[in-house]
């Protein structure tokens, strides 16, 4: 069975060659991993289709969305369209128009130049392209699913290109997992296509979500552009903006303190015609405001700078709305000058001019009259040392006084009333104290329990351990958080009718989030008159509201809702319950009377869940006596 003579074994191998372990992507793979980067959701989408439109010199673009670009994402244009090559190409990585050589990253003028954003878009969807140019007979019809071309054939089609991007993330259901509700999503839409829109007021925007009309934006100049955005009275808010200089030129408008908001939802820097980020150039517009806006609140803006492009690097971020400037410090001084400077001369800014002419207080009636010296009337019969019935007359006077003569009947107001008193006097009364108590009622007054309230933040209440400090706020956040809970699971809510209808002008995106929370808003408390596109009327408040507390009530939930409903949050209600409490909550700072601070630890160890907030911080802390002991021993 065995072979007798076995061959030997070699003592020394030779060792084994080891195979290459690095090796280039395949393009579909690469592309898929740039898409995490450039594709993050829908609105990125809808942000490189359409800066491709702008670049493309399109003067009408029309953006369609279904299910908040989920299912479809659609970008028409007019433009100069691709010939067949260029159609074919422009799915292919790193392959762009925008730039020749790396020089020419420090002077663009377009907006993408990486030329990934259409090969990792075809990577992650179903992705349909019609193209044509001006001079050709027939365009081109591409369609491409997941990087892998299906078709491509010759059609009629007219002059521009239209991309539609269907499926996002088909292919890669974590990430499709990852979007957020419809609502969120289309929110970012809109703020893409807002950012896009105000950027080149002399191209037409439409904009259609689920078969209706969105926004229809006729080419215009800056402000009217605004205005058709935002709508409502922004037209009375804004206050133009002019500088120029060898540095930048500024041009656009701010909005004027008294229309300031809580959240940053009007607040557009623009450089070159693109949209960007800077809190440098924020903390500049919050500086040039410096005293004339109430805490918390951000005013509007809209900022349109022109710097020379070899002066700024925006290839620092993936998204691109961040910028690098050469000389930060002279644009930030620059800026908050002009903003200062406008808000001073359209008289939003209160001055002070120690050269003012006198002569301007003057009324212009007053100029050709003369001075007249007063007259002093003197009544020379008038004795103070004479009797009381000289005096109580006037001598030059038109009629005479005379004091009244007591009435010597007065006995006869009360005629019929003794009989009424002998009846009276037949009944018996009982004693006014019906029980007994066995404490004395002083000594009940100092055994009752006292609050306190400590640098008007913390109430502290004795218990029979020892004592509990209270965080007044937060105790009154979990208080009226579980009230409006109640009022709008119950569907049962107090209401204060107001005598004159409070009115509140919003923009058109404000106006839809109120118009969604208008039931919930009404179960706890509100009463709306009138609500539509332009404006909100509102005809009773909360019991617990007052009338100077809507607005802000309001703002506050409309800027909690903007990033849709927070993780911490498990329905709408319950974030509207937690935004109308953190507004109205009693703030750090405020004075409690005994009664208020009673009533407040009453109410506090009253709920459900009282040892924290609704934002899950303690609302109380207890201190035993031992612990104080404890204190004194050391």
């Not at 663009?108 to 990934?116: A, M, N, P, Q």
Request: charged share 25%; proline share 5%; with cysteine.
């Amino acid at each position: 069975m065995f072979s007798q003579n076995p061959k030997p074994r070699t003592q020394n191998p030779e060792p084994k060659k080891m195979s290459s372990i690095i090796q280039l992507l395949p393009d579909h793979v690469a592309n898929q991993i740039a898409a995490g980067e450039v594709v993050q959701r829908p609105a990125s989408v809808v942000k490189e289709l359409l800066e491709n439109a702008v670049d493309a010199k399109a003067t009408d673009i029309k953006l369609i969305i279904k299910d908040a670009g989920k299912a479809l994402v659609q970008v028409i244009d007019n433009g100069l369209g691709m010939s067949v090559t260029d159609a074919r190409l422009c799915f292919e990585r790193h392959a762009t128009s925008k730039i020749r050589q790396a020089e020419d990253l420090f002077s663009l003028h377009t907006k993408g130049f990486r030329g990934e954003a259409l090969a990792s878009i075809a990577a992650i969807a179903h992705v349909e392209m019609k193209t044509k140019q001006d001079q050709e007979e027939l365009g081109n019809h591409i369609i491409i699913e997941g990087s892998k071309f299906v078709s491509q054939e010759p059609a009629v089609l007219p002059k521009g290109t239209s991309f539609a991007v269907k499926n996002l993330f088909y292919n890669i259901p974590a990430r499709r997992n990852f979007l957020k509700s419809e609502t969120v999503e289309f929110r970012h839409v809109v703020d893409e296509f807002q950012r896009v829109a105000l950027a080149h007021p002399n191209i037409y925007f439409t904009m259609y979500h689920n078969g209706s009309e969105m926004f229809n934006l006729p080419n215009s100049n800056f402000r009217q552009r605004i205005v058709n955005i935002f709508s409502g009275k922004t037209n009375e808010k804004l206050v133009p903006v002019q500088e120029e200089t060898e540095i930048v030129t500024i041009q656009g408008f701010v909005g004027k303190p008294e229309f300031a908001k809580k959240n940053k939802s009007e607040q557009f820097f623009f450089v070159n015609d693109r949209y960007i980020k800077s809190g440098y150039l924020h903390h500049a517009v919050m500086n040039a405001y410096d005293g004339l806006l109430p805490n918390g609140a951000q005013p509007s803006y809209f900022i349109y700078l022109n710097v020379p492009p070899n002066t700024i690097d925006i290839n620092i971020h993936p998204t691109k709305t961040e910028i690098k400037f050469d000389d930060e410090q002279a644009l930030y001084a620059i800026l908050r000058s002009a903003i200062k400077h406008s808000l001073g001369q359209f008289n939003v800014a209160p001055a002070l001019d120690f050269d003012r002419d006198p002569n301007l207080d003057t009324p212009y009636d007053y100029q050709n009259k003369n001075a007249e010296y007063p007259t002093v009337q003197v009544d020379r019969t008038y004795n103070p040392f004479s009797d009381e019935k000289q005096s109580s007359s006037y001598s030059g006077g038109a009629s005479s006084y005379k004091k009244a003569e007591t009435t010597q009947s007065w006995e006869s107001l009360y005629v019929g009333l003794k009989q009424d008193t002998l009846e009276v006097e037949n009944f018996t009364f009982e004693n006014e104290e019906v029980t007994a108590s066995f404490f004395d009622e002083k000594e009940e007054e100092q055994v009752a329990k006292h609050t306190y309230q400590i640098q008007k933040k913390y109430i502290v209440s004795p218990i029979k351990s020892g004592m509990v400090i209270i965080n007044q706020h937060r105790a009154h956040q979990r208080v009226l958080y579980e009230q409006f809970l109640t009022n709008m699971t119950v569907h049962q809510a107090s209401s204060q009718q107001l005598l004159f209808p409070l009115q509140f002008h919003f923009s058109a995106n404000e106006m839809k989030i109120i118009t969604e929370l208008q039931p919930a808003l009404e179960n706890t408390g509100f009463v709306f008159e009138t609500l539509n596109e332009e404006y909100l009327q509102i005809s009773g408040i909360p019991a617990n509201t007052s009338e100077s507390e809507v607005a802000t009530v309001l703002e506050q939930l409309i800027s909690d809702l903007q990033d849709g409903i927070p993780d911490s949050s498990f329905s709408q209600n319950d974030t509207i319950a937690k935004s109308m409490a953190k507004s109205l909550a009693v703030k750090t700072g405020t004075y409690l009377t005994e009664k208020e601070q009673e009533n407040l630890v009453n109410n506090l160890f009253a709920c459900k869940d009282p040892n924290v907030s609704p934002f899950q911080k303690p609302t109380f802390i207890t201190m035993r006596v031992e612990d104080i002991d404890k204190r004194f021993a050391l």
